[in-house]
């Protein structure tokens, strides 16, 4: 299956500060990524899919000028929150959609977000 | 709608088998998924099933799928301690562009030693 890596895996910061989410295919090009939140002993939420080269489409009720996402190249997707604040700690993951029609996803090590 | 559910808590013994339970809503899912999730980490493809079919298995894994109940379950046979995680299904739906999945509440396995 594909391999991906996302960084950092950890972030602690304060309110009002941006912080940006890297998530990178290491072994395939993927045109399609995808980013999910999860709450402390909850399911995955979708927020958002990547897609290179053109705009993020995003889930009902995620703010899409909260949640920036820039999918630059074949191998790399970012989410960056804006001005995070409490309310946005949270466990964030990435996943890469395999090759092929439907191929499943595959899933980075998360970042968890503590806003102070 | 879509909604995928799943029982919260499972409790098994070294050695027994372990049957975790998932209904979904969405009979035009195409594929169906169970991933593991260890505290603090990512999720971890276990195994996946066509819809079109009604058994896999995979080495201790057995996925089966009831596709007129819309019911997967996910057995591990002769379960051990490192088995023990948070277990999730997922059904696979086309959002539009592409298929995006729809994940379960979570199923905690914990396993007595």
């Known amino acids: 299956g594909a391999v991906v890596s996302q960084h950092p895996s950890r972030v602690i910061c304060k309110s009002g500060t941006s912080v940006k989410i890297e998530c990178r295919s290491l072994?395939?090009?993927?045109?399609?990524m995808f980013w999910y939140r999860q709450f402390p002993k909850q399911s995955l939420m979708l927020m958002a899919t990547?897609?290179?080269?053109?705009?993020?489409?995003?889930e009902q009720g995620v703010e899409k000028d909260k949640f920036l996402i820039n999918h630059a190249s074949l191998t790399l997707s970012t989410l960056t929150v804006t001005s995070a604040h409490p309310e946005d700690s949270s466990f964030y993951i990435c996943?890469?959609?395999?090759?092929?029609?439907?191929?499943?996803?595959?899933f980075g090590d998360g970042t968890r977000l503590s806003i102070l | 709608g879509e909604d995928v559910e799943q029982s919260l808590f499972l409790s098994v013994r070294e050695g027994d088998s372990s049957v975790i339970n998932c209904t979904y809503t969405d009979s035009s899912s195409t594929y169906l998924y169970w991933y593991k999730q260890e505290p603090g980490a990512g999720l971890q493809l276990l195994t996946y099933?066509?819809?079109?079919?009604d058994m896999k298995q995979d080495q201790r894994l057995t996925v089966l799928l009831n596709k007129k109940d819309k019911h997967l379950s996910l057995r591990i046979a002769d379960t051990q301690t490192g088995d023990s995680a948070i277990y999730f299904c997922?059904?696979?739906?086309?959002?539009?562009?592409?298929?995006?999945?729809?994940f379960g509440t979570g199923t905690l396995l914990a396993v007595q030693p």
């Open positions: 099933i066509f819809s079109n079919m």
């Open positions: 072994d395939f090009q993927a045109t399609t």
């Open positions: 990547s897609n290179e080269g053109s705009k993020a489409t995003y």
């Open positions: 997922a059904e696979s739906i086309y959002g539009g562009a592409t298929n995006k999945l729809i």
């Open positions: 996943s890469v959609l395999g090759r092929g029609g439907n191929q499943p996803q595959h």
